[in-house]
């Protein structure tokens, strides 16, 4: 029999704690030997639940318990989730969580300290809940050179966006209404803004090209700023507008990005809508593959979580390989990066093609004071000084 423990009996660990239990069988087949959840940590209490046969209050049950072999961290953040991470690795416990901002903020001395104790740092539901990408990245496609990683990496903005475009509403409204069906947070920043989708896109970056990408050097923008205008200029183009989490292997070096993209039908990534996540890799040999589902939830992401739980309970006392190395990657700078631009302009059509040459003009019913228009594929420092000219009201990268 191995023995786990989970850390918060949250959404995601009340859904470990589930999956475990009702596939209990199940699970023994596949390792072996049954996996038992001994101890359950939480604050608080929960009286009729059956998880009170096994909680505690004192992580220190857990850490110095020589029988739990596994360690299930779905506390989210970084205090105390890092200490009590750290702690039950170098106690000889691999450690299975969901926690992507504990994995971008400190996933290299993790994993390093892991292997050094010859077990493993898992972390498959820390990037896109259900969806199997961590996994894919780390072995699967391992043969492959991976020219690209892109995705919607958040369910809540791909909901906002998706509601503006069929529904009409405006980002408030839309906001609301994902608020309202549980699908953002009452503080939504992490995610309207960017920062959820930044910290996975560089999880995703780094095990793709094999070394650490920091996403504090991401350039990251939010949703906020897209409005109904924007939302028919995409319809007039047969496009969508979604927020991208992308990385690239370009000859002039590896960019990556988090930006609000225009989408058009023969990207995979056009039929992704409400509240799913999506990745779409590039190989040298595979081509285009796609893996999409649920990115959140309980029991999606607890799947991923449990799937980690039966790795490690696979490999004890052995650590998988990765080729995730603590070398810094070096990122193309963003003036340097490359992409077509959509722009809505408020000027003459003269004006636009004095700053960004030949363009073919987009109308608005009821619009007379601008029109919009697609550049050439251009760098964002040449963007930025064709723009300076003035009369650009927005742009949209199109991806």
């Known amino acids: 029999m191995i023995s786990a423990a989970i850390l918060g009996y949250g959404t995601v660990g009340a859904g ?55 360690v299930v961290e779905t506390m989210g953040g970084l ?32 994993r390093k300290i892991a292997a050094e104790k010859n077990v493993n740092y898992l972390f498959e539901a820390s990037c896109g809940g259900g969806i199997p990408i961590i996994h894919v990245l780390d072995s699967a496609l391992t043969a492959d050179e991976i020219d690209s990683v892109s995705g919607i990496l958040n369910g809540t903005t791909n909901y906002i966006l998706t509601q503006m475009m069929d529904a009409g509403q405006d980002f408030s409204d839309a906001l609301k209404a994902a608020q309202d069906m549980g699908y953002a947070e009452r503080h939504p920043e992490a995610d309207i803004e960017g920062w959820d989708a930044c910290r996975k896109i560089a999880i995703l970056s780094s095990l793709a090209y094999g070394k650490h990408i920091s996403y504090k050097n991401v350039p990251t923008e939010g949703i906020t700023d897209i409005d109904a205008a924007d939302m028919e200029y995409a319809g007039l183009m047969d496009m969508k507008i979604r927020l991208l989490a992308a990385s690239r292997r370009t000859e002039d ?34 081509g285009d593959t796609l893996f999409y589902g649920s990115g959140a939830g309980s029991l999606p992401t607890a799947s991923a979580v449990s799937g980690d739980v039966i790795s490690a309970a696979r490999h004890l006392r052995r650590t998988m390989a990765s080729d995730w190395k603590a070398e810094e990657m070096e990122l193309m700078p963003l003036d340097e990066i490359k992409h077509a631009f ?51 009201i927005k742009r949209i990268r199109i991806a």
């Open 16 to 70: 470990v704690y589930k999956v475990l239990s009702m596939n209990r069988d199940l699970i023994k087949g596949r390792v072996g030997e049954e996996i038992r959840v001994k101890y359950v940590l939480d604050l608080r209490e929960f009286p009729g639940d059956p998880v009170m046969e096994v909680l505690t209050h004192d992580y220190s049950d857990i850490l110095n318990d020589p029988e739990v072999a596994i």
């Open 79 to 110: 205090k105390p989730a890092y200490d009590f991470t750290k702690n039950a690795l170098l106690a000889g416990k691999s450690v299975c969580t969901s926690n992507k901002e504990l994995v971008a903020e400190h996933g290299v001395e993790l």
């Open 253 to 286: 070096g590896v960019w990556a990005m988090v930006a609000p993209m225009l989408v058009g039908r023969d990207n995979m990534l056009y039929h992704v809508d409400g509240v799913l996540n999506a990745v779409l890799v590039h190989g040298n040999a595979v």
């Open 342 to 392: 959509f722009v809505r302009f408020s000027g003459t059509e003269a004006e636009a093609e004095a700053a960004f040459g030949k363009i073919s003009p987009l109308r608005l019913a009821g619009r007379t004071e601008e029109f919009g228009f697609v550049t050439e594929v251009m760098t964002e420092s040449s963007f930025r000084k064709a723009a300076s000219a003035g009369n650009v």
